[in-house]
């Protein structure tokens, strides 16, 4: 049998691409990948033999769980036959962005009451004369102090005396939905925080209790504080979402368990996601960074700008060496967060981006049309010009396109819409929607120098990997912005982010302070704590049912020289032995500080700070993207669309006709169900491995 059809197919023509064939033969056993975006909520099904089926529906505001069942039915998937079930999820995100978190109150050592209203006393931004620091999540008089104090080593000075827990779990009792708990020196033991806690959760039940240890086990209080708030502030959204989800997906039939995307690139537990709701912040971008890491060592390509630009965002990641780029600190508005994150930067520019007028001028994003009403060409009512609208006014989507594969466009209403900006500034049509385009692209590009040239990177040693919805429209203008080479249009592009998910392995990060200097540092203690925690990250898979032959274990030292303030983190492989890491420590150390800093010292002694290991639960199944091998006869279709001040006779093309080494030259327009790429002039198109595009300058 061929791998292209089933038995019930006689020809390919009976297949979409990228879809599968619904026999019985390839129904069994699918894995279902779903990100929730906020226009669309993408769904993707694998099937045994690497078949792919993609789904698009409208994400539904406050109803989130609602969207993921609709996805998945536009599968057309036997619920029953779904085995592995993973999605990423904004509802965390969304909480903290929009400040509707639960109430959380906070406990912490007597005498550091302030130690989360003070934060730090740094300006970054120096010469704004009305800056203003970022608002803690918990008011002062949400904050309450316990007697007990712990040494720098962990040894007690003062214990916790009951009667005192009984008086503040009675103040808190009825009127909060979280509580943090924040101990000076837990991260070095945490007995005081777990007597607290144990006494809270029987105390209050059906109230969350957050303690540090389990969040972010590292020294720096206000740091620490601050990503435990964050966490028990979105953790009972987090809770209340994945019942809902649970429920809904057993009303359908599905069995299997849910999966949730870390913001670390890995998977975990639904069980898991709800003891650490921090890990859910980036849940649904790092799928597409995933992504990216598996499409570069399928083209082998070590250096990725990944860009998934939606309905409403534009997010940006990297891939370095053919890894994901991971940050152990980042903040989100200002608020530090103490948790190992894919380095994402993101600005609110997508194809449901409003354009508007502010003082006079020409403003896009970044509020957004959303799902509902959507652009002015959805036909929902919307009335305010968007990035769509003007996309398709200049022909770059064309009118034959259908977004989702089911929704149709209305071009009178997106010149109407266009219009009525346009006779305010008295511009015509053309002139509104070609000066959209110009400031979404501008600043698209700023925010890939965010990510690249403000850290000293230089964005023209990359390839550019555009997804997302609206990606691929705009990938062309925006490596020509930079001076980038080359571009890459993956298979599935509208839902990538979800096929990323299902590539992940399933991932945890652990963290154990060990302070010593590198050339002092006794190899028994060492290896004591390296032990402890491996066995700490043995027992989290375990407890994922994990089996031991798809295990690794990635160990991990942060270090810095004598006098520093912050460190550079180095992973060794974890088959060496530790006398072995120690001894090549510092090498690997002082070239990574002159890989990111451009300089370093050698000679200077270093400091051992944390020991960290990363516990992988591996991906079995690597899953391709599926393109037909046969030659479809290509339905070419000429249209005039808008580049450079002129309109241009361009192709308008099928991706489903295009073989294994195909080309097509700009300008042209190729379409396909979940996603539209622009190919501008002087630029081709290749069709390679794995059924991806790859676009490089043709003169």
Same mark, same amino acid.
């Given at each position: 049998?061929?791998?292209?059809?089933?038995?019930?197919?006689?020809?390919?023509?009976?297949?979409?691409?990228?879809?599968?064939?619904?026999?019985?033969?390839?129904?069994?056993?699918?894995?279902?990948?779903?990100?929730?975006?906020?226009?669309?909520?993408?769904?993707?099904?694998?099937?045994?033999?690497?078949?792919?089926?993609?789904?698009?529906?409208?994400?539904?505001?406050?109803?989130?769980?609602?969207?993921?069942?609709?996805?998945?039915?536009?599968?057309?998937?036997?619920?029953?036959?779904?085995?592995?079930?993973?999605?990423?999820?904004?509802?965390?995100?969304?909480?903290?962005?929009?400040?509707?978190?639960?109430?959380?109150?906070?406990?912490?050592?007597?005498?550091?009451?302030?130690?989360?209203?003070?934060?730090?006393?740094?300006?970054?931004?120096?010469?704004?004369?009305?800056?203003?620091?970022?608002?803690?999540?918990?008011?002062?008089?949400?904050?309450?102090?316990?007697?007990?104090?712990?040494?720098?080593?962990?040894?007690?000075?003062?214990?916790?005396?009951?009667?005192?827990?009984?008086?503040?779990?009675?103040?808190?009792?009825?009127?909060?939905?979280?509580?943090? /708990?924040?101990?000076?020196?837990?991260?070095?033991?945490?007995?005081?925080?777990?007597?607290?806690?144990?006494?809270?959760?029987?105390?209050?039940?059906?109230?969350? &209790?957050?303690?540090?240890?389990?969040?972010?086990?590292?020294?720096?209080?206000?740091?620490?504080?601050?990503?435990?708030?964050?966490?028990?502030?979105?953790?009972?959204?987090?809770?209340?979402?994945?019942?809902?989800?649970?429920?809904?997906?057993?009303?359908?039939?599905?069995?299997?368990?849910?999966?949730?995307?870390?913001?670390?690139?890995?998977?975990?537990?639904?069980?898991?996601?709800?003891?650490?709701?921090?890990?859910?912040?980036?849940?649904?971008?790092?799928?597409?960074? /995933?992504?990216?890491? *598996?499409?570069?060592?399928?083209?082998?390509?070590?250096?990725?700008?990944?860009?998934?630009?939606?309905?409403?965002?534009?997010?940006?990641?990297?891939?370095?060496?053919?890894?994901?780029?991971?940050?152990?600190?980042?903040?989100?508005?200002?608020?530090?967060?103490?948790?190992?994150?894919?380095?994402?930067?993101?600005?609110?520019?997508?194809?449901?981006?409003?354009?508007?007028?502010?003082?006079?001028?020409?403003?896009?994003?970044?509020?957004?049309?959303?799902?509902?009403?959507?652009?002015?060409?959805?036909?929902?009512?919307?009335?305010?010009?968007?990035?769509?609208?003007?996309?398709?006014?200049?022909?770059?989507?064309?009118?034959?396109?259908?977004?989702?594969?089911?929704?149709?466009?209305?071009?009178?209403?997106?010149?109407?819409?266009?219009?009525?900006?346009?006779?305010?500034?008295?511009?015509?049509?053309?002139?509104?929607?070609?000066?959209?385009?110009?400031?979404?692209?501008?600043?698209? !590009?700023?925010?890939?120098?965010? &990510?690249?040239?403000?850290?000293?990177?230089?964005?023209?040693?990359?390839?550019?990997?555009?997804?997302?919805?609206?990606?691929?429209?705009?990938?062309?203008? /925006?490596?020509?912005?930079?001076?980038?080479?080359?571009?890459?249009?993956?298979?599935?592009?509208?839902?990538?982010?979800?096929?990323?998910?299902?590539?992940?392995?399933?991932?945890?990060?652990?963290?154990?302070?060990?302070?010593?200097?590198?050339?002092?540092?006794?190899? =028994?203690?060492?290896?004591?704590?390296?032990?402890?925690?491996? !066995?700490?990250?043995?027992? /989290?898979?375990?407890?994922?049912?994990? =089996?031991?032959?798809?295990?690794?274990?990635?160990?991990? !030292?942060?270090?810095?020289?004598?006098?520093? *303030?912050?460190?550079?983190?180095?992973?060794?492989?974890?088959?060496?032995?530790?006398?072995?890491?120690?001894?090549?420590?510092?090498?690997?150390?002082?070239?990574?500080?002159?890989?990111?800093?451009?300089?370093?010292?050698?000679?200077?002694?270093?400091?051992?700070?944390?020991?960290?290991?990363?516990?992988?639960?591996?991906?079995?199944?690597?899953? *391709?993207?599926?393109?037909? *091998?046969?030659?479809?006869?290509?339905?070419?279709?000429?249209?005039?669309?808008?580049?450079?001040?002129?309109?241009?006779?361009?192709?308008?093309?099928?991706?489903?006709?295009?073989?294994?080494?195909?080309?097509?030259?700009? =300008?042209?327009? &190729?379409?396909?169900?979940?996603?539209?790429?622009?190919?501008?002039?002087?630029?081709?198109?290749?069709?390679?491995?794995?059924?991806?595009?790859?676009?490089?300058?043709?003169?």
């Amino acid at each position: 049998m061929s791998r292209n059809a089933c038995g019930l197919c006689q020809n390919l023509k009976q297949v979409k691409s990228f879809d599968i064939c619904l026999s019985r033969e390839f129904k069994s056993m699918n894995r279902i990948g779903v990100d929730i975006g906020g226009t669309f909520t993408d769904a993707i099904s694998i099937s045994p033999d690497g078949r792919i089926s993609t789904s698009k529906s409208l994400t539904t505001s406050g109803r989130l769980a609602n969207g993921v069942v609709d996805a998945i039915s536009g599968l057309q998937v036997s619920p029953q036959d779904i085995d592995y079930f993973v999605h990423g999820t904004t509802a965390g995100l969304n909480a903290f962005l929009e400040r509707r978190g639960s109430r959380i109150a906070l406990i912490t050592t007597k005498g550091f009451r302030d130690v989360y209203q003070i934060g730090r006393a740094n300006r970054p931004d120096m010469y704004n004369l009305k800056y203003q620091s970022p608002k803690p999540l918990i008011p002062r008089s949400d904050i309450f102090e316990v007697s007990e104090r712990l040494t720098p080593e962990g040894e007690t000075v003062t214990k916790i005396e009951l009667p005192e827990l009984e008086a503040i779990a009675s103040k808190i009792e009825g009127k909060f939905d979280a509580v943090a /708990i924040v101990l000076l020196h837990s991260y070095k033991d945490a007995k005081h925080e777990i007597e607290v806690q144990n006494y809270l959760s029987s105390r209050l039940p059906g109230v969350l &209790i957050v303690p540090s240890h389990q969040v972010a086990p590292e020294w720096r209080e206000y740091e620490r504080t601050s990503t435990t708030a964050l966490s028990a502030y979105i953790a009972p959204i987090i809770d209340e979402y994945l019942v809902q989800l649970g429920e809904k997906l057993e009303e359908i039939g599905v069995k299997s368990s849910i999966r949730v995307m870390q913001s670390n690139g890995g998977v975990m537990s639904a069980s898991t996601a709800r003891a650490k709701a921090i890990q859910t912040l980036f849940s649904g971008p790092v799928g597409g960074t /995933i992504a990216g890491v *598996e499409i570069g060592k399928k083209l082998d390509f070590d250096q990725l700008i990944c860009v998934d630009m939606g309905g409403t965002s534009f997010d940006v990641s990297l891939v370095i060496d053919k890894k994901a780029d991971i940050e152990l600190q980042t903040e989100l508005q200002g608020l530090p967060i103490l948790s190992p994150t894919v380095s994402m930067h993101t600005i609110g520019a997508g194809g449901g981006s409003i354009a508007y007028l502010a003082g006079g001028a020409l403003r896009v994003g970044p509020r957004s049309a959303g799902a509902i009403p959507g652009p002015a060409c959805y036909g929902r009512g919307g009335k305010e010009p968007t990035v769509t609208d003007a996309n398709l006014f200049l022909g770059r989507l064309p009118q034959i396109a259908k977004l989702g594969r089911s929704l149709p466009l209305d071009s009178v209403a997106s010149r109407d819409a266009l219009d009525s900006v346009g006779s305010q500034l008295n511009f015509s049509s053309e002139e509104v929607a070609t000066g959209i385009i110009s400031i979404v692209n501008a600043s698209m !590009a700023n925010a890939i120098r965010e &990510i690249t040239v403000s850290r000293g990177i230089d964005p023209r040693d990359f390839t550019l990997v555009a997804f997302g919805g609206a990606g691929p429209l705009h990938a062309i203008a /925006i490596a020509e912005e930079l001076e980038l080479e080359s571009v890459v249009v993956p298979a599935n592009p509208g839902v990538l982010s979800a096929w990323g998910m299902l590539q992940a392995d399933t991932r945890h990060d652990q963290v154990l302070n060990f302070y010593s200097l590198l050339h002092e540092t006794s190899l =028994p203690q060492l290896d004591a704590a390296l032990n402890k925690l491996r !066995a700490q990250s043995k027992g /989290i898979l375990d407890s994922e049912s994990i =089996p031991a032959n798809l295990q690794e274990f990635r160990p991990a !030292a942060d270090l810095r020289y004598v006098g520093q *303030e912050y460190t550079v983190t180095v992973e060794w492989p974890g088959e060496w032995s530790t006398d072995k890491a120690l001894s090549e420590l510092t090498l690997m150390f002082e070239a990574e500080h002159l890989s990111r800093y451009g300089h370093n010292n050698p000679g200077e002694s270093v400091e051992l700070v944390n020991i960290r290991m990363s516990a992988l639960g591996l991906n079995g199944v690597k899953s *391709e993207q599926y393109i037909p *091998e046969s030659s479809q006869q290509k339905e070419e279709i000429l249209s005039p669309v808008h580049f450079d001040k002129k309109w241009t006779e361009s192709k308008i093309v099928q991706r489903d006709q295009f073989k294994f080494g195909e080309t097509v030259s700009g =300008p042209a327009v &190729i379409l396909e169900a979940d996603c539209t790429t622009l190919l501008h002039p002087g630029w081709q198109a290749k069709v390679v491995i794995g059924g991806h595009i790859v676009i490089t300058r043709s003169i």
